[in-house]
C-alpha cells in the first residue's frame, strides 16, 4: 500500500524508475464500441499507440473471442508502465459511458488471474478498501466462485474518467511484482472462448500453476467429484514454461515418480504452448484422491525449482515508492 497518485505535471512525470517497468493490462469492452477503438482500417488503435508513446501494444480480441462467462471483447495494452497508463487513459476516452434510464454506467472492467485477487484484496478487504479511497472511485473484484475465460475474475471501478486511472494505477502498481501477474502473459493473444463461466474451489494455487479448467469428465449432477473419490476425472492445469522440466525431471523421472506415487496419470503437451501465455498445459487424469495428490506433488516441485531459482538471481528488489 505504497503506492501514491502519478505525478501531477509534465515537468516530474515519468522520472522514478517504475515507469519503464513492463505490464499489462486487460479491459473489457462492449462489441459495440470496437469500432470507435479500432477505427478505419485499424487507425484508431495506430494513433493511440503512437500517442501512448514507445512500446506501447493495443489490440483487440475478435467478435468471436470474447472472454469466457461474459459478453465483452478483451483490450489488451501491454509496454512500459508508463505506457500502458497512456493507453488506458485514451482508450477510456473513447468508450462512451450507456444509460440506463437517467443512470449513465461507465462501469470499467480490468481481467486479473484469480492467483494475484487475494493479494490485491488484502486481509479483510483492507488494501481494497484503501484502493478505493485512494482513487475516489468504487472498486468490486467478482465473486471468488467464479472463473472467467481460463482462471481470472473481473475487477469493476466506477465513478470519475480520472478516479478509474488513478485505481488503474494503482491496481497495476500493487501488481507490478506480483509473478504470476508478470508471467500470464508473453505476448497478445485471445483463446476461442465459449460464453461460460467455470466455477473455482477458491482453493489457494501455486503461483507457478494455474488450474483453468475444472475436471470437464465430471459426470453430470457430480459437485466437481465431491460425490465419490473413485470416480475418475480430469484437471487441466497451465505450468510455467521455464518450470516444466521440474516437473518432468531428467529423462522423465520425476513425473514417473508423481504418477507412481498417486497413480494419476500425467500428460505434458510438449511443445504446446496456450494461446498467447507462457504457460504449457499439463493434464492430471485419475480418481479424486489421485489428481489431487498429483496437483499437490506438482506445485511441491515447481515450488522447490522457484525458490532454488531466486537464490541463484538474487532475487528481485520491491518497486520504488512514489511518496
Not at 35 to 43: L, P, Q, Y
Not at 300 to 306: D, G, K, L, N, R
Request: glycine share 10%; hydrophobic share 35%.
Amino acid at each position: 500500500m505504497g503506492s501514491s497518485p502519478p505525478p501531477a505535471t509534465d515537468d516530474d512525470r515519468y522520472q522514478d524508475p517504475m515507469w519503464e517497468r513492463r505490464t499489462h493490462a486487460r479491459i473489457l469492452v462492449r462489441d459495440a464500441d470496437a469500432g470507435r477503438i479500432i477505427g478505419s482500417a485499424g487507425s484508431s488503435i495506430a494513433a493511440m499507440e503512437k500517442e501512448a508513446g514507445s512500446g506501447a501494444r493495443i489490440t483487440l480480441s475478435g467478435r468471436d473471442q470474447i472472454l469466457a462467462g461474459t459478453d465483452r471483447r478483451v483490450v489488451f495494452l501491454s509496454g512500459p508502465f508508463r505506457a500502458v497508463m497512456d493507453a488506458a487513459d485514451l482508450l477510456l476516452q473513447k468508450i462512451p459511458p450507456r444509460y440506463q434510464g437517467e443512470q449513465a454506467d461507465n462501469t470499467v472492467v480490468l481481467v486479473v488471474p484469480y492467483a494475484c485477487c487475494g493479494a490485491l484484496i488484502g486481509k479483510g478487504g483492507t488494501l481494497i478498501k484503501w484502493l478505493a479511497q485512494e482513487s475516489n472511485a468504487g472498486i468490486t473484484v467478482s465473486h471468488h466462485r467464479l472463473c472467467y475465460g481460463f482462471n481470472d475474475r473481473l475487477v469493476n471501478i466506477t465513478g470519475r474518467l480520472e478516479h478509474q486511472l488513478q485505481a488503474i494505477f494503482l491496481i497495476l502498481s500493487e501488481l507490478l511484482d506480483d509473478v504470476h501477474y508478470l508471467s500470464s502473459y508473453q505476448s497478445v493473444g485471445f483463446p476461442r472462448c465459449h460464453v461460460s463461466s467455470v466455477g473455482c474451489d477458491g482453493d489457494a494455487q501455486d503461483e507457478h500453476v494455474e488450474r483453468y479448467h475444472s475436471r470437464p469428465d465430471t459426470p453430470v449432477g457430480s459437485a466437481d467429484v465431491d460425490d465419490g473419490r473413485d470416480v475418475q476425472g480430469t484437471l487441466t492445469i497451465a505450468v510455467a514454461s521455464e518450470y516444466v522440466g521440474a516437473v518432468i525431471g531428467r529423462g522423465g523421472r520425476v513425473i514417473k515418480e508423481i504418477q507412481q506415487a498417486t497413480g494419476a496419470l500425467i500428460t505434458v503437451f510438449k511443445g504446446k504452448l496456450l494461446p498467447g501465455m507462457r504457460e504449457r498445459e499439463v493434464v492430471i487424469s485419475g480418481t479424486r484422491e489421485a489428481v489431487d495428490a498429483a496437483e499437490a506433488m506438482i506445485a511441491e516441485h515447481i515450488s522447490y525449482a522457484m525458490d532454488r531459482r531466486g537464490r541463484k538471481q538474487g532475487g528481485e528488489g520491491r518497486r520504488p515508492s512514489l511518496l
